[in-house]
């Protein structure tokens, strides 16, 4: 295999496929990146067996043929090579190596055979769609700050993308939750995904689809089985496995019936807790909102480092009330808000809250208040 | 050289009788009325108290420990002679000693009496740390003008006092910093008064080996073992740059012990770093039905005592005993502290259920640690787990009922498995 390819092209392709690796591998193939050179493009592919990740780049193919390398110091070397070089990759399979040759800097890597790479097996999908990118990236972005860590309930790992009814028709939903929060985005139903069935998108899967949002208008083909999802742009398709387990009922979770509503600046708000959040040093920072007419009174109270107050004018025209809730949770939502105002509606101080942007009915998220 | 006598208390020069009293229990060192740190060790002390409450076992082998499976926790001094010892597995003592009587512990009996000794502890010093029921440090430093007796003296008439008000005898180690205190309680047991003073640290030392250092393991020893030290002397050699870098912040510890130097200061307040509890089985079981019963009494166990010391934990571990002796432990970090026996419970079942294919156990034992006051404990609920609030408010009643009329009141189902 010989390939010329510009830097900037091979840089863009090589950062995308060393992201899937995993940083410590005990297997020494899934550290590394197939490049396979044809025609005139050349394809990268790196997986963590549960992840695949293909990035095709325009190249001058000198010689066809294939190898497999270090995925990060094959990064870190085009990461350092001067912007607008000629790069040229070249395979020794007798040697058992790969040059690189940019200007005056020739580096040389060990390969491993081609064929002990593992590739994905193909499979078939039952749902094949085309998303616009912005759709997408306001359902993972919104949602992916309620994604639990915690290993027990593995389910709540990811996000739970799959079709619903909402008050305007079909959408295409996803929900995170970690127990604490939770998050509720709707998206319109794209033609060709009624079928969809319902899956969840592991943690890392949705930070490497992040990657192929940027672009508002590009139309992203979305494949969907119940064991894989598939998200695919012209040069980028990336194939993930999903979480093998039942997302829990979350309708339930969302308050109904909660009818005293705040509503308030949701910069100024998330502000104020910033502020009075600071006198505690615990680390999960509790913050009591005091709820009287058309005034909210943050206030932070922690017996070994000081106290806080700060009162904002709201509208609230329900009774006096009284709830506590941990400041990041309460900071994650409020940051989600960029257009209208935060709107909450309360129970009692033990029951979930609801938080969304106006009336908008397509993000919607509970918090879970704490005691204070 | 300055002596004491032991029975009449009486201050005397060196010599082999008390002139006043005429015994022969002298405690005789030339520091022996400048020195103030001390470790006092009761004699065997869980069968001495079984002893002391039934004359008839006076001069018969006892042993204290749990069932035919458990391990010897205290075997007294006739049982010694044959061999017993502590942390000896149950079968094998009995095998030494075949007629020994096996005593189930009675705990509460014996809180009894470390209360009443500690209570004597307390009015010689403040500086008291208990390290278990039957042992502690008191540093008696100052105390010389208030009493009007050296420390040596004090402690004399402590271990008098325990004889004759209690019926339980101790030994004393007296020295210059905890360490030798400690060590020195264990020389001349039972009913020991051993001094470890200044002038003589780095002579006693010398040829001792450095498992005598209290928290030096079996596993530490071999390392120890690997780096060729064996005694104090050959730790002497090593100098403080060299032994930290090869044993880490031990290696600083270990330098200035075998200097004979321990900076510690006797302390009441060394804080609580976890909770746990552990059964051992009389057979071998992996009935989860069995173990979940045992899980959940345990959890109860160490929900009551974080409850009473206002204490909850951020980690939940469980750990479990293999029909090999191997242990495998499991923990897991909770999003916010629990005190709760519910969250405990649940969380060690969990746990136990990712190694649950590894039984039979003959063992298991299920905690909490990385501890924190009780008020960041369990402040909010779970959204997916509706069930949880109501669970902890019956708990919390269940604690209210427990309180007023005992720890038998109410308990779940489960308990009774």
């Known amino acids: 295999m010989k390939i010329s390819i510009e830097r900037g092209a091979l840089l863009k392709a090589v950062a995308q496929a060393q992201s899937v690796v995993e940083r410590r591998n005990t297997i020494p193939i899934l550290a590394n990146v197939l490049i396979e050179a044809e025609g005139n493009t050349v394809q990268f592919r790196a997986t963590d067996l549960d992840i695949e990740v293909v990035d095709k780049a325009p190249a001058q193919v000198e010689r066809a043929g294939s190898t497999t390398v270090a995925a990060t110091t094959l990064h870190e070397i085009v990461r350092k090579l001067p912007d607008g070089s000629l790069v040229t990759l070249t395979a020794d399979s007798a040697a058992g190596r790969l040059s690189v040759e940019a200007g005056r800097s020739s580096f040389s890597l060990a390969t491993l055979p081609k064929e002990d790479f593992p590739v994905m097996a193909s499979s078939e999908y039952e749902s094949n769609f085309s998303a616009k990118a912005s759709d997408l990236r306001r359902l993972f972005d919104k949602s992916k700050f309620a994604i639990s860590t915690e290993e027990t309930r593995y389910y709540l790992n990811g996000v739970y993308m799959h079709v619903s009814d909402s008050e305007d028709g079909r959408v295409l939903r996803c929900v995170a939750t970690d127990g604490h929060r939770l998050a509720r985005i709707d998206a319109p139903l794209p033609e060709g995904a009624e079928a969809m069935p319902g899956v969840i998108v592991p943690r890392k899967t949705v930070g490497e689809l992040r990657k192929l949002l940027e672009d508002d208008d590009m139309a992203i083909a979305v494949s969907v089985s119940e064991t894989k999802v598939r998200f695919a742009t012209p040069d980028i398709t990336l194939t993930s496995k999903v979480i093998d387990g039942t997302f829990p009922d979350y309708t339930r979770v969302i308050p109904q019936g909660n009818t005293r509503r705040l509503e308030v600046d949701a910069s100024e708000f998330a502000q104020a807790v910033d502020r009075v959040a600071t006198v505690s040093s615990e680390r999960s920072r509790a913050v009591k909102l005091q709820l009287d007419e058309d005034r909210l009174v943050l206030s932070v109270n922690a017996p070994d480092s000081g106290a806080a107050e700060e009162e904002l004018a709201v509208a609230y025209g329900d009774e006096r009330l009284e709830i506590g809730f941990n400041a990041k949770y309460l900071l994650e939502i409020a940051s989600q808000v960029d257009r209208e105002n935060a709107v909450f509606m309360f129970n009692s101080a033990g029951d979930p809250t609801l938080m969304r942007e106006g009336n908008d009915q397509t993000a919607v998220y509970v918090v879970m208040p704490m005691r204070v | ?417």
């Open chain 2, 1 to 417: 050289m300055p002596a004491l006598c032991r029975d009449c208390l009486a201050r005397t020069e060196d010599t082999r009788r008390c002139p006043s009293c005429g015994s022969r229990r002298l405690v005789t060192h030339p520091e022996l009325f400048e020195l103030s740190i001390a470790h006092m060790d009761c004699d065997a002390f869980y069968a001495s108290v079984e002893k002391r409450d039934n004359p008839e076992l006076a001069d018969k082998p006892v042993i204290i420990g749990g069932g035919r499976r458990g391990v010897v926790s205290t075997a007294c001094y006739v049982a010694r002679i044959r061999g017993v010892r502590s942390a000896m597995p149950m079968f094998q003592a009995l095998k030494l000693c075949p007629d020994a009587v096996v005593l189930k512990p009675r705990m509460s009996v014996y809180a009894e009496a470390s209360r009443q000794i500690r209570a004597m502890m307390d009015e010689l010093t403040p500086a008291i740390q208990p390290l278990s029921l039957d042992e502690a440090f008191l540093d008696l430093s100052g105390t010389e003008r208030l009493h009007g007796a050296p420390p040596a003296v004090m402690l004399a008439r402590l271990t008098r006092r325990m004889k004759s008000e209690l019926g339980l005898t101790g030994s004393i180690g007296l020295s210059h910093n905890k360490f030798l205190a400690k060590v020195a309680s264990d020389l001349d047991k039972p009913r020991g008064f051993s001094v470890i003073g200044r002038a003589d640290t780095a002579a006693f030392l010398n040829d001792k080996p450095v498992r005598l250092i209290w928290g030096i393991g079996p596993s530490a020893q071999e390392s120890l073992d690997r780096a060729g030290i064996r005694t104090f002397a050959d730790l002497l050699r090593w100098d403080k740059a060299a032994l930290t870098q090869r044993f880490g912040s031990m290696g600083d510890r270990l330098w200035h012990l075998a200097r004979g130097e321990d900076h510690r200061r006797v302390s009441a307040h060394e804080p609580v770093k976890s909770i746990s509890n552990e059964t051992t089985f009389n057979e071998d079981t992996s009935s989860t039905d069995i173990l979940d019963g045992h899980i959940w009494r345990m959890a109860v166990k160490v929900a009551d005592r974080a409850k009473a010391r206002d204490l909850a934990g951020r980690v939940v571990v469980l750990k479990a005993k293999r029909a090999n002796h191997a242990i495998v432990t499991r923990r897991l970090s909770l999003r916010e502290p629990t005190q709760m026996a519910d969250t405990i419970y649940r969380t060690a079942r969990n746990l136990f259920d990712q190694v649950a294919d590894q039984g039979p156990f003959r063992l298991i034992g299920c905690g909490i640690s990385d501890l924190c006051p009780a008020s960041d404990a369990d402040k909010s609920g779970d959204l997916l787990d509706p069930g949880a609030t109501r669970r902890s408010e019956a708990e919390r009643a269940t604690d209210r009922i427990r309180e007023r009329f005992g720890s038998d009141a109410i308990m779940k189902g489960r308990a009774l498995r």
